[in-house]
């Protein structure tokens, strides 16, 4: 039970934060939303049996947030100078990067991130490879660097 409630108040105060709305109508709307949720997650474990117990290393999590907000930055910048320029310089491209994530959770986190930076779509995920469609040879050649995926399996440690 002070899983859920746990749960709930983080969801709450995410909620809070993200809309920045404190009239009486948007908190009980929030209020209303964060219960559902919880209702919905707890239903979830039991319906199907997995559970997915997040050890989480915080300083590590914060290192790594802080990194990738670095990254979506970066990667809307070099779409935008891209998508700005008289002629476009996009080499487009099917990319498959070795999933060095070990668990399940650690590589949906993965496909996320990707996904997440601009310019790079998380296209399918298995145990072994994600593959990515790329906007441009150096977003590519980016991911197979793999620093993004050691960084994330450093989450998992």
Excluded at 22 to 33: A, D, I
Excluded at 37 to 59: F, P, Q, S
Aim: aromatic share 8%.
């Amino acid at each position: 039970m002070a899983r859920k409630i746990a749960f709930a108040g983080i969801l709450g105060t995410l909620w809070i934060l993200l809309s920045g709305h404190y009239s009486p109508l948007f908190v009980g709307l929030g209020v209303v939303s964060v219960a559902l949720v919880t209702l919905m997650v707890h239903r979830m474990n039991r319906a199907d049996g997995t559970r997915y117990e997040l050890r989480v290393r915080w300083l590590a999590f914060g290192r790594y947030v802080l990194w990738l907000f670095v990254q979506i930055v970066r990667a809307n910048v070099e779409v935008a100078r891209l998508a700005f320029r008289p002629r476009l310089e996009l080499s487009p491209r099917m990319v498959r990067v070795r999933a060095l994530p070990r668990t399940e959770l650690g590589r949906v986190i993965y496909g996320n991130s990707i996904t997440l930076t601009p310019g790079t779509v998380t296209v399918h995920l298995d145990d072994e490879e994600v593959e990515v469609h790329a906007l441009t040879r150096e977003s590519a050649a980016a991911l197979e660097s793999g620093a993004m995926g050691r960084r994330v399996a450093e989450l998992e440690r």
